[in-house]
């Protein structure tokens, strides 16, 4: 067998109805991020990650590429909120 891209699995796989899910190094490789990174944000920031047997976990891209929008968008109104009460509080 050989190794294919996240596209080409995405592409054999897409008729069936199904993604391919990533493993903790692919998921760090495509977002560019530590492997710390990505265990914070499982254990303390709610990533949605598949859990498998023997403790594996998998994710799938979609649904992070999701989460980490619903989370830049909470981190801007939290950003906004308190722009603004410092704002409010200096007049």
């Given at each position: 067998?050989?190794?294919?891209?996240?596209?080409?699995?995405?592409?054999?796989?897409?008729?069936?109805?199904?993604?391919?899910?990533?493993?903790?190094?692919?998921?760090?490789?495509?977002?560019?991020?530590?492997?710390?990174?990505?265990?914070?944000?499982?254990?303390?920031?709610?990533?949605?990650?598949?859990?498998?047997?023997?403790?594996?976990?998998?994710?799938?891209?979609?649904?992070?590429?999701?989460?980490?929008?619903q989370q830049d968008e909470t981190t801007a109104q939290t950003r906004s909120a308190?722009?603004?009460r410092a704002v409010s509080t200096r007049y």
């Amino acid at each position: 067998m050989t190794a294919q891209t996240l596209a080409e699995r995405a592409e054999i796989l897409r008729p069936a109805g199904i993604a391919p899910l990533l493993n903790s190094e692919q998921l760090r490789a495509h977002f560019g991020v530590s492997r710390w990174t990505v265990t914070e944000w499982v254990k303390t920031k709610g990533c949605p990650v598949v859990r498998l047997p023997g403790g594996i976990r998998r994710f799938n891209l979609a649904d992070v590429q999701e989460w980490l929008a619903q989370q830049d968008e909470t981190t801007a109104q939290t950003r906004s909120a308190q722009a603004r009460r410092a704002v409010s509080t200096r007049y």
